[in-house]
Each structure stands twice: as structure tokens, then as C-alpha cells.
């Protein structure tokens, strides 16, 4: 059963910073593109960020690029979200996710998601 334990939102200061990461189990980590999103109160859920199985690559929504940064260690099956520079635009709910096309862990799945509050 894939597993996708969050920790490290909180309340934070405008230009603060905060570090998310996301325990991964239930399914080979290292071999699948992970995800970061959010979701404001009252909107859609949106894309934040993604980064390749080995970490080689990653990519950033325009109103996070410059600002917030993707890193995973496999070896500890842990994927990380860093948030530099933090806005009250920024203030949602923040979800990992992983998408598994193939095999039993096959599905769309999903983090328990954590709450960033960014005060002005």
C-alpha cells in the first residue's frame, strides 16, 4: 500500500521560509517523478513542482520558480520542498504525489496534505 506521510508546514512571516518533506513507502521511490501542489482555500488545486525518479531534472510553476526548490534523497525514500522568500499568496494546503501507471502500486496518490500559512 503506497504511503505518503507529510510534515513541516506552519505559520510563517512574510519573506520567511519553511521546509516541507514528504516520507514515501509502499512502492520503489527511486524509480518515479514525484510531485508537489497546493491547494488555496476556496480554489483548485495547482502544480508547484515536480522532480525526476533520479533527481536530475526538475520543474516549477511560474508563481513559485526562483523562490522555492524540489530535492529528494532516495535513499531515505524522502522527497523535500523547500520555500524560500514566502508570500500570503503562498498560504494553501500542500500535497506530495506520486502517479504510478504500471503494477500492483499502480493510481494517482496522494500526501495527507499540510497547511503553510503565510502572514502579511
Known amino acids: 500500500q503506497v504511503q505518503l506521510v507529510e510534515s513541516g508546514g506552519g505559520l510563517v512571516q512574510s519573506g520567511g521560509s519553511l521546509r516541507h518533506s514528504c516520507a514515501a513507502n509502499?512502492?520503489?521511490?527511486?524509480?518515479?517523478?514525484m510531485n508537489w501542489y497546493r491547494q488555496p482555500e476556496g480554489k483548485d488545486r495547482e502544480f508547484v513542482a515536480s522532480?525526476?525518479?533520479?533527481?536530475?531534472?526538475?520543474n516549477y510553476a511560474d508563481s513559485v520558480r526562483g523562490r522555492f526548490s524540489v530535492s529528494r534523497e532516495n535513499a531515505k525514500n524522502t522527497l523535500y520542498l523547500q520555500m524560500n522568500s514566502l508570500k500570503p499568496d503562498d498560504t494553501a494546503v500542500y500535497f506530495c504525489?506520486?502517479?504510478?501507471?504500471?503494477?500492483?502500486?499502480?493510481?494517482?496518490?496522494w500526501g495527507q496534505g499540510t497547511q503553510v500559512t503565510v502572514s502579511s
Open positions: 504525489n506520486v502517479h504510478i501507471l504500471r503494477g500492483d502500486a499502480r493510481g494517482n496518490h
Open positions: 509502499g512502492y520503489t521511490f527511486s524509480s518515479h517523478t
Open positions: 522532480i525526476s525518479a533520479s533527481g536530475g531534472s526538475s
